[in-house]
T-cell receptor, first 116, second 111 residues
């Protein structure tokens, strides 16, 4: 299956810091990637759709100025949590898939963000 | 996207088949059934998907009822490593389609 790589896997930083998370498609090109957030004991919640070469589409309730998404190439999407606060601590996961109507999405291993 | 309903938890003895049900009574004609699983603190892992025919791969089998209103994921010989939360999702095909995760089924495989 397609391989999606996320980096870093874990980050701990102080409140007020901005944190960038990278999501790479290693063996396919992705015009669309997705960013999810998962709080403890909860399911994944879609945050935004990352579109190569254009602006991301955010889900209702997700602040676009807080969670900056850049998808400058067909193999890399980044999520930057700006001025992070403890309530932003969560598990962030990206997904993408090969082109083709019958291709499933594959997920990265996630980034655990802890804001002190 | 159509909504799915899954039991919150199931147990299965190691070596036995695990049969995980999913109801999706409002599924549309162009929506596929996808199954993913999430092992603790990892990203979801793709298992299998199908439209209307039964499907089988190296991980599992997917049985979809003729009316497509429900499906069953079968892990033929469950192992301890299959302990995870299993998500059944319905969505139109294509990698630009959003996947909406429900609460899934927590499968516990025991000795």
């Amino acid at each position: 299956g397609a391989v999606v790589s996320q980096h870093p896997s874990r980050v701990i930083c102080k409140s007020g810091t901005s944190v960038k998370i990278e999501c790479r498609s290693l063996d396919f090109q992705a015009t669309t990637m997705f960013w999810y957030r998962q709080f403890p004991k909860q399911s994944l919640m879609l945050m935004a759709t990352s579109n190569e070469g254009s602006k991301a589409t955010y889900e209702q309730g997700v602040e676009k100025d807080k969670f900056l998404i850049n998808h400058a190439s067909l193999t890399l999407s980044t999520l930057t949590v700006t001025s992070a606060h403890p309530e932003d601590s969560s598990f962030y996961i990206c997904s993408g898939g090969r082109q083709g109507a019958n291709q499933p999405q594959h997920f990265g291993d996630g980034t655990r963000l802890s804001i002190l | 996207d159509a909504k799915t309903t899954q039991p919150p938890s199931m147990d299965c003895a190691e070596g036995r088949a695990a049969n995980l049900p999913c109801n999706h009574s409002t599924i549309s004609g162009n929506e596929y059934v996808y199954w993913y699983r999430q092992i603790h603190s990892q990203g979801p892992q793709y298992i299998i998907h199908g439209l209307k025919n039964n499907e089988t791969n190296e991980m599992a089998s997917l049985i979809i009822t003729e009316d497509r209103k429900s499906s069953t994921l079968i892990l033929p010989h469950a192992t301890l490593r299959d302990t995870a939360v299993y998500y059944c999702i319905v969505s139109v095909a294509g990698t630009a389609s959003k996947l909406t995760f429900g609460t899934g089924t927590r499968l516990q495989v025991t000795l």
